[in-house]
């Protein structure tokens, strides 16, 4: 052809062949996302046969990771972040620094690597990636839960650490023991400090989050508005694609920050628009098809030559990766007291490593501190845990269910003892006869609550986020904090003189487990279950769970009403 077509081949390549591997993975019982990381190796430079262009298959990974953080964003309100900050803060900083130090010993004291070396490894080896979370959180449907907002919230606070150590490793480069960037000179020749760089960028990541804040809250819903009004559905898809975009690059070119933090923050400012619903499902087919060459990208850095060269090192990376980040996590995790099943929750989600991960390796050998070899090992530790990340997260279930069964400690740690996890002695036990018993305190359950509240009806929150349980007893609400499929959070809860039990969680998957304790406990308790689409909502009314409330059944129902108020009201 007459014209340069790399682009349209690399496309072409990227997602022809990693929609026929995918296709065996799955006829294989493996995650499709096996099989777009064995396409990119197909396609990457390290195999023969045709090899696509990589650094296009990079930017369109890019592209990808913007996309889908905006949709989290636009489903993960400011107040849900917050609404985590106790954990993920200190857990993603303690949890980062133990991976580092981990990282750093094996390659200093086992590999003989200098100190550079095994900061660089180490740090790339402690950041989990945001995609790989979101595709695995996404495809068990609680990426809403109380579980996945701890996850998602805890990986927004590593992507903010990370910023920062890409802006402070080229200065500090020489200190240990690397190569001095162009820019570097230029800083330490003007007097420039490390703690004034330090100073700039948290100044520059603090305007951002402030800009968006004050100025993103206002602009982007009436931009989706105005839009919208036109009523051209390719105009809105536009719109909605071009902020993601286009945030996600002014930020990184204005105030530094990362893509996918700039697109994840303007997600969550365009969720204060009503069309917010609809922006994530107008943008959803692009995100899946970047997100599928986000894992070819992947797939095509990977040299499999290192699994024949460094066996024993690629095992200990992929340890250190799946068991030392999954460990050290799970630790924190229950030392702030949340049950195991946020923990085993936490460690999975951790248990990879992505794009951070490359940047800064690819950063680390640019400036002279960590060998190729370094960069060749976490690629490989990078494809092992992605390919193993999805069993890792169905081990989640059986794995608890054997603690409880074999552990002693296990079920200590599960054991009530938390003094959040029982009723204040102040709570008023008059009330708490024939109330309602609230499961999930989430964007249904809030709702649900103030009516209760406006109504005069006595309520018990059963809620796993523990920053939510003390918050509402601070208002004087009767809360209680834990997993309600654990039958001591119902008793505490008193579902044995309720009159009500609510399902408010969008986790369907325990409701089976709550509603046989309360029935077991109060054999005459009514039951109202909250229900994502219709097939689970038939199941569950099969089943004779309760009575089952579908989301879009019930605004089909709400507006019909209001029209047939309206019609009727007109005849009289």
Known sequence: MPHDINLITTIAAGLGLAMIMGFIASRLRMPPLVGYLVAGIIIGPSTPGYVADVALAGQLAEIGVMLLMFGVGLHFSMDDLLAVKRIAVPGAIVQIAVAT??????????????????????????????????????????????????????????????????????????????????????????????????????????????????????????????????????????????????????????????????????????????????????????????????????GMLFDPQVLLDEPLKVLAVAAIIIVGKTVAAMALVLAFRYPLNTALTVGASLAQIGEFSFILAGL??????????????????????????????????????????????????????DPLAELPMSTDQAQLTGQVVLVGYGRVGRRIARALREQKIAYVVAEQNREIVERLRGRGVAAVCGDAADPAVLIQAHIHRAGTLVIATPDTLKVRKMVETARTLNPGVEILVRSHNEEEAELLSKENIGTVFLGEEQLALGMARHILARHGGGKD
């Not at 740090?123 to 998602?152: F, H, P, Y």
């Not at 804040?213 to 071009?242: D, H, I, N, Y």
């Not at 193993?388 to 200590?412: C, G, T």
């Open 101 to 298: 130090a981990m990282g750093m010993g094996v390659a200093i004291w086992l590999w003989d690597w200098s100190l550079g070396a095994g900061v660089v490894f180490g740090l790339a080896l402690s950041v989990a990636s945001t995609v790989v979370l979101l595709r695995a959180l996404e495809a068990r449907g609680v990426l809403d839960s109380v579980n996945g907002q701890i996850a998602v919230g805890w990986l927004v606070v590593e992507d903010l650490i990370m910023v920062l150590v890409l802006v402070l490793l080229p200065p500090m480069a020489g200190l240990l023991g690397g190569k001095v960037d162009e820019a570097a000179q230029g800083a330490a020749a003007a007097g420039t400090s490390v703690w004034l760089t330090i100073g700039i960028t948290l100044a520059k990541v603090a305007a951002f989050i402030g800009l968006m804040l004050v100025v993103g809250r206002k602009v982007f819903p009436m931009l989706l508005w105005q839009v919208a009004r036109t009523g051209s559905r390719e105009l809105f898809t536009l719109c909605v694609v071009a902020a993601a975009v286009g945030v996600a690059y002014g930020s990184a070119k204005l105030f530094d920050v990362s893509f996918a933090l700039g697109a994840f923050f303007a997600g969550m400012m365009m969720r204060e628009s009503e069309y917010s619903h609809r922006a994530a499902d107008e943008s959803l087919p692009l995100r899946d098809a970047f997100a599928v060459l986000f894992f070819v990208s992947v």
């Open 364 to 417: 680390g050998v640019a400036l002279g501190l960590l060998p190729v070899e370094g960069q060749s090992l976490i690629l490989a530790g990078a494809l092992i845990s992605i390919a193993l990340n999805s069993v890792v997260f169905s081990a989640i279930s059986p794995l608890q269910n054997w603690l409880r069964k074999h552990s002693e400690l296990a079920r200590k740690l599960e054991a009530r003892t």
